[in-house]
C-alpha cells in the first residue's frame, strides 16, 4: 500500500479507541489539576485591607480653638486652650456624619443630637459619639488611635511649644 493510498483508508476501531483514550485521561489528568488549583488558592485567601486605625492629624499649632471636623478621617479636633481631645463624627445609629452646629452634632440622616462632649440628647442614636486616644508623634503630630475609645473627660495636653 502507498503513502497515498494510507491517507485515504478510514480509521480504525483501534486508533478511534486510542484517541478517546487520550481524550478520557485528557480529561481526568485536566479535573485534577483544577482540584490541584483550586487547594492551592486557599494558601492565598482574600485580604480586606481597611484603613488603618491609627493615623497623624495636623500639629497641634495648626489647629483654632474649638470644633475642627477633619473630613478625611470622620472626625472633630476639640481644641480647649492647649488642651486637646478627638470626638468620631460617625454617628452611633447608622453611621452617617454628624455636623457641628452652633452647641451641639446632628445627625442629619435621621434626627440624632449629641451634646458636646458626645453624649445623646435625643436618638435614635443608641449610645454616645466616640472619643478617641490622642497623643504626639515623635515628629510633632497629634496622632489618633481610633481603635482605642477613651472617656468622655480626657484631653491630651502636648509638651509646652508644641501647641
Ligand atoms: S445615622 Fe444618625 S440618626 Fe441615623
Excluded at 476639640?78 to 478627638?86: C, G, S, T
Excluded at 442614636?125 to 504626639?136: I, K
Excluded at 477613651?150 to 501647641?163: D, L, T
Aim: aromatic share 12%; glycine share 6%; charged share 25%.
Amino acid at each position: 500500500m502507498s503513502a497515498a493510498d494510507k491517507k485515504n483508508v478510514p480509521p480504525t476501531d483501534t486508533e478511534r479507541r486510542r484517541v478517546l483514550r487520550l481524550l478520557g485521561k485528557g480529561s481526568v489528568v485536566a479535573a485534577f489539576a483544577a482540584q490541584i488549583g483550586a487547594a492551592a488558592r486557599a494558601f492565598f485567601p482574600n485580604v480586606l485591607y481597611e484603613p488603618p486605625t491609627k493615623f497623624k492629624l495636623k500639629r497641634p499649632e495648626e489647629y483654632p480653638p474649638g470644633f475642627t471636623f477633619d473630613a478625611a478621617h470622620r472626625l472633630f479636633v476639640v481644641r480647649e486652650e492647649d488642651a486637646f481631645h478627638v470626638i468620631s463624627a460617625v454617628c452611633t445609629h447608622l453611621g452617617c456624619t454628624v455636623q457641628w452646629r452652633e452647641n451641639e452634632f446632628d445627625c442629619p440622616c435621621h434626627g440624632s443630637r449629641f451634646r458636646p462632649n458626645g453624649s445623646v440628647i435625643s436618638g435614635p442614636a443608641p449610645r454616645p459619639l466616640s472619643w478617641f486616644d490622642t497623643r504626639l508623634s515623635p515628629d510633632g503630630f497629634l496622632e489618633v488611635d481610633s481603635a482605642v475609645d477613651v472617656a468622655p473627660g480626657f484631653r491630651f495636653v502636648p509638651p509646652k511649644g508644641q501647641a
